[in-house]
């Protein structure tokens, strides 16, 4: 079976800082995609960026980039110049083929102002 | 802008109750999708349905059943309510047909149960 695991159950980081989270995947399957999810405390669960295994580079949005390590099956999360706003649960999650996802235990994030 | 609607934020009921949860979705998705997510295991999947009438289980399906009789409306059955399946349920749709959006999964606010 495929599993997600996210070793850091809670992360802080000054405002402004740069924070990374972790991400280790198994999957015997060479296509696939992997997600970033993040859940604010009023808990809507919102999309922070994707990656597709076929692409060597690095999805970037904003603040937001990946460090995708295909080989190593780790997919990190870098948020730079972290703000208030950036305060959550960060979720893991890879493509289970047919539009499934597996999820991580998740990694919430604290900002100290 | 894509929106996924669940019927409650917040739900209080007995053990042994039957309880409805129902998402909503308004932009045709094909796919939809019931998790449960408690502290320290992430998101489990219960059920999934790749259109009308048609479902499958997920991860976690015992003690929980699914119906989709319209493909706006999925909706997630506890038959006979139990302590254990007190928990944070989140529903999710995904756009068909668009590779660049494949596989990605927009989510409703959630629904938190708490079985007595």
């Known amino acids: 079976a495929q599993t997600v695991t996210q070793s850091q159950p809670e992360m802080s980081v000054q405002e402004a800082e740069t924070v990374t989270l972790s991400c280790t995947y198994d999957?015997?399957?060479?296509?696939?995609?992997l997600f970033w999810y993040k859940q604010p405390p009023s808990r809507q669960m919102i999309l922070v960026i994707r990656?597709?295994?076929?692409?060597?580079q690095n999805a970037t949005e904003n603040r937001f980039s990946v460090n995708f390590q295909k080989a190593a099956k780790s997919f990190s999360l870098k948020i730079s110049d972290s703000q208030l706003g950036d305060a959550a649960m960060y979720f893991c999650?890879?493509?289970?083929?047919?539009?499934?996802?597996?999820f991580g235990q998740g990694t919430r994030l604290t900002i100290n102002p | 802008d894509v929106k996924v609607t669940q019927s409650s934020r917040y739900l209080v009921k007995r053990t042994g109750e039957k309880v409805f949860l129902e998402c909503v979705q308004d932009m045709d998705h094909e796919n939809m999708f019931w998790y449960r997510q408690d502290p320290g295991l992430g998101l489990r999947l219960i059920y999934f349905s790749y259109d009308v009438k048609m479902k499958e289980k997920g991860d976690i399906p015992e003690g929980y059943s699914v119906s989709r009789e319209k493909k706006e409306r999925f909706s997630l059955i506890l038959e006979s309510a139990s302590t254990n399946q007190t928990s944070m349920y989140l529903c999710?749709?995904?756009?068909?047909?668009?590779?660049?959006?494949?596989?990605?999964?927009?989510f409703g606010p959630g629904t938190r149960l708490t079985v007595l």
């Open positions: 999957t015997s399957e060479s296509d696939y995609y």
């Open positions: 999650a890879q493509s289970q083929g047919a539009q499934k996802l597996v």
């Open positions: 990656q597709e295994a076929y692409k060597q």
């Open positions: 999710a749709s995904t756009i068909p047909g668009l590779a660049a959006y494949t596989d990605t999964q927009y």
